[in-house]
């Protein structure tokens, strides 16, 4: 059973950056996509970027394309997500996900069937 932490989150004025830390408590049996969500109170899941099992795709959602990159190091079982010109508008939990089957669609969080706790990520003006 994969156990996904996440840490990093924190508050940053807007322009700065974070680099959220998504760990797995073990390499799952059957490695495949990982992504990163977030969330605001009173709003849906929101996609933010995902990750193939290789690392050689990546998927953006175009609000923080361009400046947020998703990387993983599977040999430590990790995804990042480094956020870079935060503004106020990226304030939300941030939530790692991860799934063991494939699927074509890496933007849907019906499509990940593993998922952390979250980080707080607070961007002030």
């Known amino acids: 059973q994969v156990q996904l932490v996440e840490s990093g989150g924190g508050l940053v004025q807007a322009g700065g950056s974070l680099r959220l830390s998504c760990a797995a408590s073990a390499r799952p049996v059957n490695n495949y996509a990982m992504g990163w969500f977030r969330q605001v109170p009173g709003k849906e899941r929101e996609f933010v970027a995902a990750?193939?099992?290789?690392?050689?795709?990546?998927y953006y959602a175009y609000s923080v394309k361009g400046r947020f990159i998703i990387s993983r190091d599977n040999a430590k079982n990790t995804v990042y997500l480094q956020m870079n010109s935060l503004n106020p508008e990226d304030t939300a939990v941030y939530y790692c996900a991860a799934r063991t089957f494939s699927s074509g669609d890496y933007y849907s969080y019906s499509e990940y069937n593993y998922w952390g706790q979250g980080t707080q990520v607070t961007v002030s003006s």
């Open positions: 990750i193939t099992s290789s690392g050689l795709n990546t």
